[in-house]
């Protein structure tokens, strides 16, 4: 059983990683994102991928909105989509594609639930980055950085 101070540096630590989310500069945005439970077998079932909305997105994690349910520690992998990710992500990168892909990818450990209620029910879920390859994290910079927000 964990004690008071083991519980207070939990605590300590997600109001910290979740301070790096927030306070990301131009982290706001609304974009359009896929979550699903990550296991070890690389197979997903489309029925199992969560519709959700990120909040504030930086290279520390991410905070959404969703109607669905995930727990607290939960593995994910999540796909933000990103208005003009391909053309963001070629400059980076030395090799070419034929699709124009236009999600980011990436891991991340759910670190706080909320409850909240504006004209419905949802959850506003914050979730640390886990594992993230590091020309993505280039372009989600570079996408902040650009970003008029």
Same mark, same amino acid.
């Given at each position: =059983?964990?004690? *008071? ?10 109001? +910290? ?5 927030? #306070?990301?500069?131009? %982290?706001?945005?609304?974009? #359009? =994102? ?7 077998? *690389? ?14 997105i ?14 607290l520690? %939960? +593995?994910?992998?999540?796909?933000? =989509? ?6 963001i ?33 949802? *959850?506003l879920?914050a979730?640390?980055?886990? *594992? =993230?390859?590091?020309d ?6 570079a996408?902040? #950085?650009?970003?008029?927000?």
């Amino acid at each position: =059983m964990k004690n *008071n101070d083991d519980l207070l540096t939990l605590e300590n630590e997600k109001d +910290l990683i979740l301070n790096k989310i927030v #306070g990301y500069p131009k %982290s706001s945005h609304e974009l #359009g =994102m896929n979550a699903v439970h990550f296991n070890l077998s *690389n197979t997903y079932e489309k029925k199992y991928i969560k519709n959700s909305r990120t909040v504030h997105i930086s290279p520390f994690g991410v905070l959404f909105k969703t109607h669905d349910h995930f727990d607290l520690d %939960s +593995l994910l992998k999540v796909q933000v =989509m990103i208005p003009e990710y391909w053309n963001i992500k070629k400059r980076l990168v030395t090799y070419q594609r034929v699709d124009n892909f236009e999600s980011l990818a990436f891991l991340v450990r759910v670190i706080s639930i909320d409850v909240c209620e504006d004209d419905q029910l949802y *959850n506003l879920i914050a979730a640390e980055t886990v *594992n =993230m390859h590091s020309d993505d994290q280039q372009a989600l910079i570079a996408f902040l #950085g650009r970003s008029a927000r």
